[in-house]
Nanobody, 114 residues
Framework: QVQLVESGGGLVQPGRSLRLSCEAS????????MNWVRQAPGKGLEWVST????????VYADAVKGRFTISGDNAKNTLYLQARNLKPDDTAVYYC???????WGQGTQVTVSS
C-alpha cells in the first residue's frame, strides 16, 4: 500500500532554512505527481507546491515562490522541500501527498520563531 513518511521539521529562527523529506513507497514514484501541503495552527490546509517527478513540471504557491524549492530523488523514492528564508507565517505542519491527494503522510512540524 501507499506509504508517505515526512521528516526534517523542527524549530528554526526567522531567516534560516530547513529541508523537509518525504519517503515514498507502494507506488511508482518516478512517474508520479507529488505535492506539499501545510496547515498552520487554527487554519485550514494550504497547498504549497507540486512537482511532476517524471516530467519535471513544478508549481509553487505565491506565498513560498522564490524561497522554497521542491525536488525528487528517484533513486531514493524521496520528495524534498528546501525551505529558505523562513518566516513566522511559515509555521505549520507540512504534509506530502501523492498526485491525486489520495494518500498523505503523517506530517512534520515546522516552527519559525525567535
Amino acid at each position: 500500500q501507499v506509504q508517505l513518511v515526512e521528516s526534517g521539521g523542527g524549530l528554526v529562527q526567522p531567516g534560516r532554512s530547513l529541508r523537509l523529506s518525504c519517503e515514498a513507497s507502494g507506488f511508482t514514484f518516478s512517474s508520479s505527481w507529488m505535492n506539499w501541503v501545510r496547515q498552520a495552527p487554527g487554519k485550514g490546509l494550504e497547498w504549497v507546491s507540486t512537482i511532476n517527478i517524471g516530467g519535471g513540471q513544478i508549481v509553487y504557491a505565491d506565498a513560498v515562490k522564490g524561497r522554497f524549492t521542491i525536488s525528487g530523488d528517484n533513486a531514493k523514492n524521496t520528495l524534498y522541500l528546501q525551505a529558505r528564508n523562513l518566516k513566522p507565517d511559515d509555521t505549520a505542519v507540512y504534509y506530502c501527498a501523492n498526485g491525486g491527494f489520495a494518500s498523505w503522510g503523517q506530517g512534520t512540524q515546522v516552527t519559525v520563531s525567535s
